[in-house]
């Protein structure tokens, strides 16, 4: 027997029942007051950019807004998060937007964030999971989607290409999911309802064909300090999908359709928070969010190689682990004296230190190559002159026979960003 209020059981809806479903939908929350207004306080640190507009119709036309870094570097990995996919996940809105507010500046000239905070916002209003057109956003993201909110979404991260290096989607499981969204979409497909199980705790959602899972460990190591990692039920599942990892399961994102599986970032996850459980208040459930997405992208840029000038048989700079690696900088002017051609050197080290982020007060050490020992007092000069007081690197210097006979000196650094 069917116990939802709308269709006939074992028929799939057709336009009358949803039509009777959206009639049913009320507006409890208002995505004007409660997400755009912090969108909007957000303008002096972000730029703001309007990606879509849902046109729902009586119920009004909704804007679709992502925040991205304000220098963005086309140098730059992009870390993408996501919040909002299924309107009625407010941690999932409300955590975005906490990240963006308390932690996104943080990256600035590491990475390129980009933070689509709602992208929902109909759903939203009405504490929903599915869009207007009684689909869900979450099994509707790929090309020619005909869920508007994940076409728009899917067309701004396509246009990222191999950029985008961890991508981090902001979920909730709810009790609702049991009572009232899993029989609706039992009846909307004219299937038979089967009840489920609710997991007590937050949970991530891997990727089965990225999975990736010290980078999903790393992110439930960080949530744990802000609340609890939801345990297996007794058959070692999570809502019916095997744990492959304490709070981890497993879908096959791009198959399925999922906001997760739209980039081809190597490291991806959906966040399940579980705003329901006694032991957790709302303010954790963001909270949680925002660790989620921290520890996303700490542990994907701790592992993302960053090549300047890069060429067939070297780069100029390598960035990897929050240092940056020099290649070795020779002087411009062939024959000039060792004072002249220090100076040049140190100005292509502060040049390429400033490309990488960083500049001469972080150098950590400096392996300066002599031609002649005996120009030692004349490099010193040029150095002296350059160097901060304070922050002098350790260093060593060598007398070596280099590579073209006119330099006398060539100097390699290392430094912290």
């Not at 390129?112 to 109909?122: E, F, G, K, M």
């Not at 909730?172 to 009572?179: F, L, R």
């Not at 024959?335 to 950590?364: F, P, Y």
């Not at 400096?366 to 304070?390: H, K, S």
Request: proline fraction near 6%; aromatic fraction near 8%; charge should be negative.
């Amino acid at each position: 027997m069917n116990a939802f209020p709308i269709g006939t059981p074992g028929q799939p809806w057709g336009e009358a029942e949803k039509t009777q479903w959206r009639a049913m939908q009320a507006k409890k929350r208002s995505y004007a007051d409660e997400v755009l207004t912090r969108i909007d306080a957000l303008r002096d640190v972000f730029d703001v950019a309007q990606y879509g507009e849902l046109d729902c119709g009586a119920d009004g036309r909704y804007p679709l807004f992502v925040l991205r870094s304000r220098d963005w570097d086309d140098a730059l990995p992009v870390a993408v998060v996501t919040g909002g996919v299924h309107g009625y996940e407010t941690s999932g809105v409300h955590g975005a937007l906490q990240f963006a507010e308390r932690h996104a500046a943080d990256y600035a000239g590491r990475a390129n964030v980009l933070i689509a905070p709602c992208v929902s916002p109909w759903a939203y209003e009405r504490i929903h999971r599915w869009n207007a057109q009684a689909l869900d956003p979450n099994r509707n993201f790929r090309a020619g989607s005909p869920a508007a909110e994940s076409a728009a979404l899917w067309e701004l991260l396509r246009s990222l290409g191999d950029h985008v290096l961890v991508h981090i989607d902001l979920h909730e499981t709810t009790d609702s999911d049991e009572t009232e969204f899993r029989p609706s979409l039992a009846a909307r497909d004219g299937k038979p309802f089967e009840p489920g199980t609710i997991p007590d705790g937050f949970y991530l959602c891997a990727d089965s064909a990225r999975p990736e899972p010290a980078f999903q460990q790393a992110i439930n190591a960080e949530v744990a300090k802000v609340t609890h990692i939801a345990p297996a039920d007794p058959d070692g599942t999570i809502i019916g999908s095997p744990v492959v990892a304490p709070g981890v399961i497993e879908y096959d994102c791009r198959a399925l359709g999922l906001c997760a599986g739209i980039t081809d970032a190597r490291f991806v996850t959906t966040t399940e928070v579980y705003p329901d459980s006694p032991r957790a208040t709302p303010q954790q459930c963001n909270d949680a969010q925002a660790a989620a997405a921290r520890a996303a992208l700490d542990f994907a840029l701790a592992r993302h190689v960053r090549r300047i000038d890069a060429g067939p048989r070297m780069s100029e700079a390598v960035i990897h682990g929050g240092i940056v690696h020099l290649a070795g900088q020779v002087p411009e002017t062939a024959g000039a004296d060792i004072e002249t051609q220090t100076r040049e050197v140190l100005d292509a080290i502060d040049a390429l230190l400033a490309q990488a982020g960083s500049d001469k007060t972080r150098i950590l050490r400096a392996q300066i190559y002599l031609a002649d020992i005996a120009e030692f007092a004349g490099m010193n000069r040029a150095w002296d002159a350059w160097v901060v007081p304070g922050k002098a690197p350790a260093r060593a210097t060598v007398e070596a026979k280099l590579a073209d006979p006119d330099w006398k000196v060539e100097i390699v650094v290392t430094a912290a960003l």
